[in-house]
Each structure stands twice: as C-alpha cells, then as structure tokens.
C-alpha cells in the first residue's frame, strides 16, 4: 500500500524559501501528484500539480509564480520549491498521488486517492 512522507516545512520569514519534498513508499511514476494545503480555519485547497512525466504542471491562482513543482519518478519523489513566502502562505501542506494513471494533472482533491500526512509551513511577516 502506497505512503507518502513529506518534509521540509518549518518557518521561514516573508520573502524567504522552503523546499517541501514527498517520498513515496510505493509507485508514483504512473500517476499524476499534486500539492494542497489546509490553513487553519479553511478548506484545504489546491497548490499545484505535475504530470507523470513532468511534461505539464498546473497551478493556483495565489501561486504567482513563486511555487516550482517537479519530481523524480526515479526516486519516487515530488518537490514543491517555494520562493517569496508570504504569511498567508501558512498551511499543512500535503502531497497526494491520483486516484487514476489516466489522470494528465488534477485540480480537485477528490482526484486524488493517497494523501500523506502533512509538513507545516509558517511564514511570518
């Protein structure tokens, strides 16, 4: 059965960097993965996602361009770098496998059939 194991949250100041990475204990290379994240108070919601072959990747709106998904099928591994943190970048933030291999990239997180169990991210201002 798969698990996912992420790393590599913490805190980190406005404007600076994190590296989140998943390992997977299990196959990931046939499907999509994607990222989400779950604020206190809020619905966890959709960060990016990356295609089997890394050949598309898809974003949130709110990622503007500071968050870089891509993965290591090789090494069963997703990667989230993010760069220009804000505090509202604060969140558990969780990868996920697609529930199916047809499955190119996926917004929705009933998409996704294993989670793990969440790094923390805190930004402050």
């Known amino acids: 059965q798969l698990r996912l194991v992420e790393s590599g949250g913490g805190l980190a100041q406005a404007g600076g960097s994190l590296r989140l990475s998943c390992v997977a204990h299990?196959?990931?290379?046939?499907?999509?993965m994607g990222w989400f994240r779950q604020a206190p108070g809020k619905e966890r919601e959709f960060v990016a996602s990356?295609?089997?072959?890394?050949?598309?990747?898809i974003y949130a709106d709110f990622v503007e361009g500071r968050f870089t998904v891509s993965r290591d099928n090789a090494k069963n591994m997703v990667f989230l770098e993010m760069n220009n943190l804000k505090p509202e970048d604060t969140a558990i933030y969780f990868c996920?496998?697609?529930?199916?291999?047809?499955?190119?990239?996926?917004?929705?997180?009933?998409?996704?059939?294993?989670w793990g169990q969440g790094t923390q991210v805190t930004v402050s201002s």
């Open positions: 996920a496998r697609a529930r199916l291999t047809t499955f190119n990239t996926a917004r929705d997180e009933n998409d996704y059939g294993a």
């Open positions: 299990g196959g990931i290379a046939m499907w999509a």
């Open positions: 990356i295609s089997r072959r890394s050949a598309r990747t």
